[in-house]
């Protein structure tokens, strides 16, 4: 017997005596604290999810904002161009801290130990290999210098047991020193070497203190500039360059014309034989792409300018003399600045192209997906649901096949189903199917209340009509 509906649940607010009430008034109610239970979580996910990101952004995407780049000695040029490297890259906000060292060797050794905190030095050509320095990646060649061998007196040459300034102890100049002298087939020891800087050096060959001074450096150091114009000091000439620049590849034979150091006096009086080191831009390979981007236009500016030895534009060069190229880099030299860089702040640059980078293939397969997850979830609560009408409709169908038989059974399946029924948690826009089920399994459960009925009054009255 059906029975009426009290004021608070015909208004859609069960009672509170009736503990079913809420699962068919509104079958995707929950409990009030298991709700503030899940938002306490998934803010606290949301919280977790963030620092995260956070954390990986800061570890992994920006760049920092202070490097340290091993310069040489003060006076020569790697310390020139390192001061011209600041000056650039202080533009950009990226504070690059200079380190004075011997040179090429102690450069090497700093960009080797992580813990120097070194990520970018100056290395000349036939320092190191790829296989020595595997942390290490080149940036290209950003200019050439010459090896300058400057003799006190008339006589341009070199004689045994003279006293030679060939830089301090792990400078490149040493280095070159002893490696054209065992070229050469001459043990150190047939000279005497003094190990002073190159300005010390200079300073030390114009008072007469040593015989001798050999520099590896550019015609852009002064030191240099200075002692080819010294008329009591002169440039020996390797006459032999081309044979020098073949037992050793990272050699070049390069030509000092006549009178460049001094038109006037004509310093040096003729033409000049050197031998020519290009000098690479040198870091390790894990340093940020954008601050390896901003070190490559600082070296576009820095030695793109014609000068004695170059041309205009021909450094930097994709060169790698003892290193391999770095991947950023050959992107450089391929294309250029990334394009973001000329719009938005060093720091900002890469992580925004990163970031495009994965989300507009991930937005490519999100926004299918997206369309998709609607239809796939109406299916799989409209599944849930249509189950259930599968299963009523075989109790229908057995209810057509028992005319005369116990009907028990069919009624606790009916039972079950309705209790299933109850028990589904859905949203509230799928109400309606619900209630139309409930209301489809009420007509069955008629038809057999009426079948019941029919079949008792036929057993109480016999007689045929």
Not at 79 to 96: H, N, P, Q, T
Not at 342 to 368: H, N, Q
Not at 408 to 421: I, K, W, Y
Request: hydrophobic residues 45%; positive net charge.
């Amino acid at each position: 017997m059906a029975t009426t509906p009290s004021r608070s649940s015909a208004a859609g607010r069960p009672a509170a005596t009736d503990p079913g009430a809420a699962r068919h008034e509104g079958v995707s109610a929950r409990p009030p604290r298991r709700r503030a239970v899940r938002g306490v979580a998934i803010a606290c996910g949301a919280v977790v999810l963030a620092a995260a990101v956070l954390v990986v952004a800061r570890t992994t995407w920006l760049p920092p904002r202070t490097i340290v780049m091993a310069t040489g000695p003060e006076g020569g040029v790697y310390r020139i161009v390192g001061e011209r490297y600041r000056a650039l890259l202080g533009r950009y906000g990226l504070d690059v801290r200079l380190r004075p060292t011997a040179g090429d060797v102690e450069n090497l050794a700093l960009l080797r130990d992580r813990a120097s905190g070194v990520s970018a030095a100056l290395l000349q050509a036939g320092t190191t290999s790829e296989q020595a320095s595997p942390q290490l990646a080149s940036l290209g060649t950003v200019f050439a210098q010459q090896v300058w061998l400057f003799v006190r007196g008339p006589r341009a040459e070199l004689r045994p047991g003279m006293r030679l300034a060939a830089g301090a102890d792990g400078s490149g100049t040493r280095a070159v020193v002893l490696k054209l002298l065992k070229l050469a087939g001459l043990p150190p020891e047939t000279l005497q070497l003094v190990a002073l800087d190159p300005a010390r050096g200079a300073d030390a060959v114009a008072r007469g203190d040593v015989d001798a001074v050999a520099i590896v450096s550019s015609w852009d150091s002064p030191v240099i500039r200075r002692l080819v114009a010294a008329p009591d000091v002169q440039l020996v000439s390797f006459r032999r360059a081309d044979a020098w620049s073949a037992l050793e590849p990272s050699l070049e034979k390069v030509v000092l014309p006549a009178g460049v150091g001094d038109l006037v006096r004509n310093r040096p009086p003729e033409d000049v034989l050197l031998l020519s080191l290009k000098t690479s831009l040198v870091v390790r390979r894990d340093l940020h792409p954008a601050v390896q981007y901003l070190l490559l236009e600082a070296a576009s500016d820095v030695h793109g300018a014609p000068g004695l030895f170059r041309r205009p534009g021909q450094y930097p060069a994709a060169e790698s003399t003892d290193l391999p190229l770095s991947d950023d880099a050959r992107r450089y030299y391929r294309s250029g600045k990334p394009w973001l860089q000329r719009y938005l702040p060093y720091w900002a640059a890469v992580p925004a192209e990163r970031a495009l980078l994965v989300l507009v293939p991930l937005f490519g397969l999100v926004l299918p997906l997206a369309r998709m997850v609607p239809q796939i979830y109406q299916g799989i609560r409209r599944r849930r649901i249509l189950r259930l009408y599968g299963e009523l409709k075989m109790v229908e169908t057995e209810l057509e096949g028992r005319a005369t038989a116990d009907t028990h059974d069919l009624v606790e399946r009916l039972d079950r189903l309705e209790q299933e029924a109850d028990h589904l948690r859905l949203p509230l826009v799928w109400s309606q199917m619900l209630y139309t089920l409930k209301e489809h399994v009420r007509l069955v459960r008629a038809r057999i209340a009426d079948g019941d009925a029919i079949r008792a009054q036929a057993r109480s009255d016999p007689t045929p009509r």
